[in-house]
């Protein structure tokens, strides 16, 4: 098939219109110098809900947020997240990934066909128990088209295979026709320019961590009054669709003070304005979304946050943040105040204002893995072995040195609802025949499903080796994964080895 019409089958599946993509005129009027973007895909945004009952009798529902890209005419597949946004159990959160195929019914029409394979759980008893936390949900709907957007109605089923979680039934699915657009690999390490935001689309990602003050009124779930502090760690991807306004998603886990498998999830807003100078900054940010676990009493799950922010965009592109205010369940007992600092790091060359914009091509790819951690010690002073599902962003800061987000939960041992979130620096050799091999240190928070952790703060490293198709990227690695606490201090730490699969692309670095 050629390829315009192959560009014009994967348009008309995904309902997405395909930019044209040709060779960039340099400075000069030559155009040699700079690369392409040569992976314009159709992709989508969908949400979907869906309704369990629980064996104890109870009723929860999911909230789905799914990231497709066509990777052929029929078939797309991205990242998915599932949280309790319904009930009383908040902090039921998995990750995971989807793959999907779509026919096309009529001009405005179309019918999908599903499966999610994910990870994690939420408040266990001996009623209701996740298991080893793998997830598998397989959905069929029929959607109508309006304009970018198309709305639907599904039919779903959900199974966590080695717990007593199962059910399903009639949902809605709304979602967004998008572009993905990519450099090819080829051209990684060579200038390019483009008109359009590359790969995922944002433009920075910061991270942070937070110190959380519990405020009066603030209980467990067994109804005790919370007093200590919480330190959590996380990430925030923010796009800025003007100067000074974005929009963005952030996650974040308990790191310190006892509240271990505490997740939260969440999109935010904000807008900021120059305080006498371009570079420092004064605003504020508004965020809504899920999170729960580590005995807080969060609900039915949604959260909602607001608070001032303050920023210093650095000459060097670097920006250091600073934001207090306000978290608080909408339906639970939770409610705090809050400080965090952070740093945000370039990820993509927005062109904001400008009609093109030019720089480096630099690798990122997406990865969905496993990891195995052969000897985990849990608080009832049992040790086994635990495999978290894990999902992987890798993005090249040169061709030596890489940053990494990883975010997952444990789907095979007995530890439904442990989670991890982290982020870290590696180190990468250069490319011979098709092989690489590196070495990775990452920090953050992790905790749930029983697993002593100390406070929720972890560390791993490991060393890898990849074997690099014209997209894929496979990868094996040998490492250690550690609290960080001290041995002498009951921390604890294990061997750990991961196997991962991922989709690489070229982006516009700044």
């Known amino acids: 098939m050629k390829k315009s019409t192959l560009c014009a089958a994967l348009a008309a599946v ?3 219109a395909l930019p044209a993509a040709a060779w960039a005129d340099a400075p000069d009027g030559s155009q040699a110098p700079f690369a392409r973007v040569g992976a314009s895909q159709p992709a989508a945004v969908e949400a979907s809900t869906t309704m369990l009952r629980l064996p104890n009798g109870q009723r929860v529902g999911l909230l789905g947020m799914n990231y497709y890209v066509a990777v052929t005419d029929d078939w797309g597949f991205g990242p998915s997240a599932y949280g309790a946004a319904q009930g009383h159990y908040g902090g ?22 599903s499966l999610y394979v994910g990870a994690g759980g939420g408040l266990s008893s001996q009623q209701v128990h996740f298991g080893g936390g793998l997830m598998l949900r397989p959905e069929i709907s029929i959607r109508t088209e309006v304009g970018a957007w198309y709305v639907g109605t599904s039919l779903s089923y959900v199974s966590f295979p080695s717990g007593n979680v199962r059910g399903g039934g009639l949902g809605v699915v709304v979602g967004r026709s998008l ?23 944002f433009d920075e990602v910061t991270l942070f961590g937070s110190i959380y003050s519990p405020r009066a009124g603030s209980l467990n779930r067994s109804g005790e009054q919370q007093t200590g502090h919480m330190g959590a760690a996380g990430a925030e991807l923010r796009q800025y669709f003007v100067p000074g306004s974005w929009w963005g998603i952030e996650a974040a886990g308990a790191a310190h003070g006892g509240a271990d498998g505490y997740m939260q999830g969440m999109a935010v807003a904000g807008q900021d304005w120059a305080l006498g100078t371009p570079n420092l900054r004064v605003g504020a940010e508004l965020g809504l979304g899920l999170g729960g676990g580590g005995n807080v009493d969060t609900g039915n799950g949604w959260l909602w946050r607001a608070g001032p922010t303050l920023r210093w965009i650095t000459p060097w592109g670097v920006s250091v943040q600073m934001d207090a205010g306000l978290l608080e369940a909408i339906s639970g007992r939770f409610s705090v105040s809050f400080v965090r ?10 062109a904001i204002g400008r009609e093109t914009d030019s720089g480096i091509v630099r690798e990122q790819s997406m990865s969905l893995g496993v990891e195995h951690l052969s000897r985990v010690r849990f608080k009832d002073g049992s040790v086994d072995a635990i495999s978290p599902l894990v ?13 990494v987000a990883q975010a997952g939960s444990a789907a095979w041992g007995h530890a439904g609802a442990y989670s991890i979130g982290l982020f870290g620096l590696g180190v990468q050799s250069p490319v011979w025949q098709r092989w690489r091999v590196g ?22 490293g490991q060393m890898w080796a990849q074997w690099q198709g014209e997209r894929l990227r496979l990868r094996a690695g040998v490492g250690r994964w550690r609290t960080l606490r001290s041995e002498a201090s009951d921390g604890q730490a294990s061997p750990l080895v991961e196997l991962s699969l991922g989709y690489a692309y070229g982006v516009l670095a700044r």
């Open 92 to 113: 039921l959160i998995t990750f995971g990934a989807t793959a999907q195929r779509r026919w096309r019914l009529s001009d405005n029409t179309h019918f999908a066909a």
């Open 14 to 16: 995904y309902g997405a």
């Open 341 to 350: 600092a952070g740093l945000a790091l370039p990820l993509d060359f927005g």
């Open 439 to 460: 070495a990775e240190a990452l920090v953050g928070a992790a905790g749930g499903g029983g697993v002593d952790v100390s406070g929720g703060a972890v560390a791993q």
């Open 391 to 403: 999902l992987t962003m890798v993005h090249e800061l040169s061709p030596s040195w890489y940053g």
């Open 179 to 201: 572009n993905f657009n990519g450099f090819l690999a080829d051209d990684v390490d060579k200038p390019g320019r483009t008109s359009a935001r590359t790969g995922l689309g």
